[in-house]
């Protein structure tokens, strides 16, 4: 990968080869002889020749995040239900050329049975197999099924009928009341593309926690999002939304109002455990 800093001071990583993790045995990529679908959690994490993952995972609470977003993948993305006809469409849109290609690296058979079948006598598995295999032994890791902070909602609230031109904006979450965090934060940007300032909020009583973003100007968006940490030292977190700042809420302060935006967890997931069906 290529690591690029844009002009708000944030990191990207610009991936290449990704193709690579779906190593065949023996193949790139993907030390020698590893099998791709069991590719450790955590790998590379305690190699002080990685750098990058090795320093960012021995930070308790970015490896706690890494694996809230690890396990949001697994139940949003790495499900063969949701993939099969994404797979199915590219399949479509490639057959014709693949079909014409005389230098493919195997035969056209492989293509057509290779979404749900090993092919290459037995050297590559099908996507739906890796997919199935991948899923499994990720939800096998203790770390994936941890209890995590329930947040049931977010509640923003502004103005009650008075002027509010240069006020702060209320927050307040309620969590379960069975699983209370030992820290909520509110996370907030005036851009979703820089970087977000971090608020510790205050624990009211019952499950619920209270925060005020600063005074923002009259149709200045605000990008927030709630993360829920089980404990201080080695934490179990929990985001609202569930992709945090990809997908954050957003609002515009207004001047005269009373505007109350509340986000809340589907009920059916207070009592799901981690990992076992889509949130």
């Given at each position: 990968y290529n690591i690029f800093q844009d002009k708000n001071r944030r990191f990207h990583l610009l991936q290449h080869d990704g193709n690579e993790v779906f190593n065949r045995p023996n193949g790139p990529g993907i030390p020698r002889g590893m099998d791709a679908t069991q590719l450790p959690l955590y790998h590379e994490a305690d190699n002080e020749g990685r750098p990058v993952v090795h320093r960012?995972?021995?930070?308790?609470?970015?490896?706690?995040?890494?694996?809230?977003?690890?396990?949001?993948?697994?139940?949003?993305?790495?499900?063969?239900?949701?993939?099969?006809?994404?797979?199915?469409?590219?399949?479509?849109?490639?057959?014709?050329?693949?079909?014409?290609?005389?230098?493919?690296?195997?035969?056209?058979?492989?293509?057509?049975?290779?979404?749900?079948?090993?092919?290459?006598?037995?050297?590559?598995?099908?996507?739906?197999?890796?997919?199935?295999?991948?899923?499994?032994?990720?939800?096998?890791?203790?770390?994936?099924?941890?209890?995590?902070?329930?947040?049931?909602?977010?509640?923003?609230?502004?103005?009650?009928?008075?002027?509010?031109?240069?006020?702060?904006?209320?927050?307040?979450?309620?969590?379960?009341?069975?699983?209370?965090?030992?820290?909520v934060v509110l996370h907030w940007s005036t851009s979703k593309h820089k970087p977000f300032h971090r608020i510790g909020m205050a624990d009211a009583g019952e499950g619920v926690f209270t925060a005020a973003i600063p005074s923002q100007k009259k149709g200045k968006k605000i990008h927030y999002y709630i993360e829920a940490l089980s404990s201080i030292e080695n934490p179990v977190v929990s985001y609202m939304p569930t992709v945090a700042e990809f997908t954050a809420f957003t609002h515009s302060p207004l001047v005269f109002a009373h505007v109350s935006s509340v986000h809340k967890l589907p009920s059916s997931q207070d009592f799901v455990a981690p990992g076992t069906q889509p949130l």
């Open positions: 960012l995972l021995n930070i308790p609470l970015i490896r706690a995040r890494y694996t809230a977003h690890v396990l949001t993948i697994i139940d949003e993305w790495l499900n063969w239900e949701k993939l099969e006809p994404i797979v199915a469409g590219y399949k479509a849109l490639l057959d014709s050329e693949i079909k014409k290609d005389i230098r493919k690296e195997s035969g056209y058979e492989d293509f057509v049975r290779g979404d749900v079948n090993t092919v290459e006598n037995g050297r590559v598995l099908g996507i739906k197999q890796f997919v199935e295999k991948r899923r499994t032994f990720l939800l096998s890791n203790p770390a994936l099924t941890a209890a995590a902070p329930v947040i049931k909602s977010v509640t923003l609230n502004e103005g009650k009928g008075q002027p509010i031109s240069g006020g702060r904006i209320p927050v307040s979450v309620e969590t379960g009341k069975d699983s209370i965090p030992g820290k």
